[in-house]
């Protein structure tokens, strides 16, 4: 299961006169370290012996062979044990190349073809949306979208302020392509205005938490969404209209409705905001140039957005896209172009692990169309595929969501694709029914029916501690969401 839908960016630092929200997780009971360590210790062992058959099977087999599949059995397994994610997927690689047994150069020459794979493109998309991110946050370009939201929205009545509050986060994750790190950013402007109106601790984690996942999932930029587009081979008009629009309508206007229920449950418990809460922030450096900066992103970001639907760019657009953001945001705010390079480099820097994930992500597959498991799978169960019903088949890809690769929804979406795409192509499901379950089996996660870091990262931001709460809120997004595409699926397939 996933925890979190794209690699947060840069984490905005505390505020002068502020507190610094607790972003941390519960402490873990009832683990002792050495039932960690034997837990890391068996994991190990079975990386071990994984690898160990992989190599008896290269000595004994050839392509096309259904070996190839253990690669992607030991990489399922590592990962939903808990392995390191990179680590998991370098052991992955090694088991391929050890099915396949390539010589030296032919899997250095493997290696070296993955770098122009569309995956590790999506790990340097990654990287240049947290670089971008980094300019939003240093030159207050993030604070003005949220001041900008309550004030054209309103912050007068309570339901307004719910509104405004969602919006503004939506925006902000939106722009930005993160939600930990948009969160982060947004916090300290939000809660004096929510602390002031009465609302409770609670409700507030809510509206940030629904708010910010449905700015995920419309976010042109962001890893996973860009993953899904690829993916299908569709743009972001088609990614917007079919499968992110209804979800993140859906989350707004649930919002509406859960979020005054949980202020209700809530209020007089106890769970309010403090004095020092209703403290508004100092204000950030004056010597950036703000209003032009923020004038200066939105109109990129939305020509950007524009010439990509009208002209049908690919998803390889976001590389020229995003750092055209970051100079033109970063000059409309008066900064030299030696410090809008050093802000984007240190904002993607934050982001190379991923990077790195999804280079070994691209080998992975490569040398897994090498091994040809799934041409032996066809073969041998075409006829149990041509008579499942298409409907069962996509239920079944999308309920994988909450069973995926931990902490790395795009890789997840990438995985997917590249073990069930094919079959969804030979079962005659279309573009956009794909569309849908990819992002169902990605995101869907995030809203339940465990906690999860962006749960945790809301509730911290918000100074929360009732998780029931914002379990319930999920939960109360993910029944409607999942019957919507139900009916949007039994109509596409």
């Known amino acids: 299961m996933s925890t979190s839908n794209d690699p947060p960016g840069p984490a905005a630092p505390a505020r002068a006169g502020t507190a610094s929200p607790d972003t941390s997780p519960p402490a873990e009971t009832g683990k002792s ?3 960690s360590v034997l837990r890391e210790r068996l994991v190990s062992c079975a990386a071990v012996a994984g690898l160990l058959t992989s ?8 392509p096309p062979t259904l070996w190839g599949l253990l690669p992607i059995v030991l990489y399922a397994g590592l990962a939903l044990s808990g392995m390191n994610i990179t680590v998991a997927t370098a052991v992955a690689v090694i088991s391929a190349l050890l099915v396949l047994l390539p010589t030296p150069v032919a899997a250095a020459e493997l290696l070296g073809d993955s770098l122009g794979e569309m995956v590790t493109m999506i790990g340097l998309i990654i990287m240049l949306g947290a670089g971008v991110g980094e300019i939003l946050r240093v030159t207050g370009v993030a604070d003005t979208i949220v001041q900008s939201v309550l004030r054209v929205v309103g912050h007068t009545s309570r339901t307004r302020t719910i509104l405004g509050v969602m919006l503004a986060c ?3 994750v939106a722009a930005l392509g993160t939600l930990a790190g948009a969160l982060a950013i947004a916090a300290p402007i939000l809660l004096p205005v929510v602390a002031r ?8 984690a809510a509206m940030m938490f629904i708010g910010g996942c449905a700015g995920l999932a419309i976010a042109p930029f962001a890893g996973s969404n860009v993953a899904i587009m690829s993916a299908a081979e569709v743009g972001y008009l088609p990614y917007l209209l079919y499968g992110a629009g209804p979800l993140a309508l859906l989350s707004i206007v649930a919002g509406l409705l859960i979020v005054p229920w949980i202020q209700r449950r809530t209020e007089g418990t106890g769970d309010g905001y403090d004095d020092a809460d209703v403290a508004a922030p100092e204000p950030t450096d004056a010597s950036f140039r703000r209003g032009p900066a923020t004038v200066a992103f939105v109109a990129t970001l939305l020509a950007s957005i524009v010439y990509a639907v009208a002209t049908e760019a690919g998803t390889s657009f976001p590389l020229l896209a995003l750092p055209v953001l970051a100079v033109v945001t970063g000059l409309a705010a008066g900064l030299r172009v030696s410090s809008i390079a050093r802000h984007v480099i240190q904002g993607a820097g934050t982001q190379v692990t991923m990077f790195l994930l999804f280079w070994l992500l691209a080998a992975f597959f490569l040398v897994v169309d090498e091994l040809k498991p799934f041409d032996v799978v066809l073969e041998t169960f075409s006829a149990e595929f041509g008579a499942m019903s298409p409907l069962l088949f996509v239920a079944v ?8 690769v931990p902490g790395a929804t795009a890789a997840q979406v990438v995985l997917l694709d590249e073990v069930f795409g094919g079959l969804a192509a030979s079962l005659g499901i279309g573009v956009n029914a794909w569309v849908i379950v990819l992002l169902f089996a990605s995101k869907i996660d995030t809203y339940g029916p465990f906690p999860n870091a962006n749960m945790v990262g809301a ?10 709460s914002l379990l319930v809120a999920g939960w109360l997004v ?9 009916v949007i699926l039994f109509f596409e397939v």
């Open 397 to 404: 890809i999308a309920l994988l969501g909450w069973v995926g």
């Open 55 to 62: 190599l008896v099977a290269g000595m004994v087999t050839s």
């Open 197 to 204: 109106l009465g609302f409770t601790r609670s409700a507030t």
């Open 33 to 35: 370290p050495r039932g």
């Open 170 to 172: 939506l925006a902000l």
């Open 459 to 468: 509730m911290g931001l918000a100074r929360s501690s009732n998780l029931r």
């Open 478 to 486: 993910l029944l409607p969401a999942a019957l919507m595409y139900a």
